[in-house]
């Protein structure tokens, strides 16, 4: 079946450490996003990209990093940068043609 | 992208219609509103979207005002299934336009 993959369901970090989600789409997709979501309330993004080998930030870039070598694939790096890491982050897609964002079932991280 | 008001909350009984407002008053003439919906610990599941038509589907329709600075989205027969965040945006259809920004949303509350 066609979708986004995320992985893990569950991550925990600890203290000083590098951590990343992975995101993975079989849709054939050009455009990719990462949303951050704090308990009760909406999603900020966090980096998309529109082509390969190119992403933009977000409303709060600071403390991740991203990578787009392949299309099928956005993962996101969280740097001992973000002080407050603990979240819940959606990957999407976007349907080049009718704009539509498809996405993944989400990772809940958090700080151990 | 133009900028959405939504209710934080909103109940309604199982059976009845769901009507959910978006205000988006600055709305340029090349966006489309959209309409999602998020489950709890899911991700966003896409409902519909329109430019200044009315729109229906299988889940449900959406109405846009004749001026476009708001419009409502309608679930014809609530369920319990149905309780869920229900986020209004507006975008351009073409996903290099850029990037897509969720605000907190409704809460809508079905009721037995």
């Known amino acids: 079946d066609g979708g986004i993959t995320q992985s893990p369901k569950y991550l925990f970090r600890k203290e000083g450490q590098n951590v990343t989600l992975s995101c993975e789409q079989n849709l054939n997709h050009d455009a990719m996003y990462w949303y951050r979501q704090d308990p009760g309330q909406g999603l900020r993004l966090i980096y998309y990209?529109?082509?390969?080998?190119?992403?933009q930030k977000g409303d709060i870039a600071e403390g991740y990093s991203v990578s787009r070598e392949k299309k099928e694939s956005f993962p996101l790096t969280v740097t001992s940068a973000q002080k407050n890491p603990t979240a819940f982050y959606l990957c999407?897609?976007?349907?080049?043609?009718?704009?539509?964002?498809?996405f993944g079932s989400g990772t809940q991280l958090s700080v151990l | 992208d133009a900028k959405t008001t939504q209710p934080p909350s909103m109940d309604c009984a199982e059976g009845r219609a769901a009507n959910l407002p978006c205000n988006h008053s600055?709305?340029?003439?090349?966006?489309?509103v959209y309409w999602y919906r998020q489950i709890h610990s899911q991700g966003p599941q896409y409902i519909i979207h329109g430019l200044k038509n009315n729109e229906t589907n299988e889940m449900a329709s959406l109405i846009i005002t004749e001026d476009r600075k708001s419009s409502t989205l309608i679930l014809p027969h609530a369920t319990l299934r149905d309780t869920a965040v229900y986020y209004c945006?507006?975008?351009?259809?073409?996903?290099?336009?850029?990037?897509?920004?969720f605000g907190d949303g409704t809460t809508l509350t079905v009721k037995p």
């Open positions: 945006i507006v975008k351009q259809e073409n996903t290099n336009a850029g990037k897509s920004t």
């Open positions: 999407a897609s976007s349907d080049g043609a009718r704009g539509k964002l498809f």
């Open positions: 990209s529109q082509i390969v080998n190119d992403f």
């Open positions: 600055t709305i340029s003439g090349n966006e489309y």
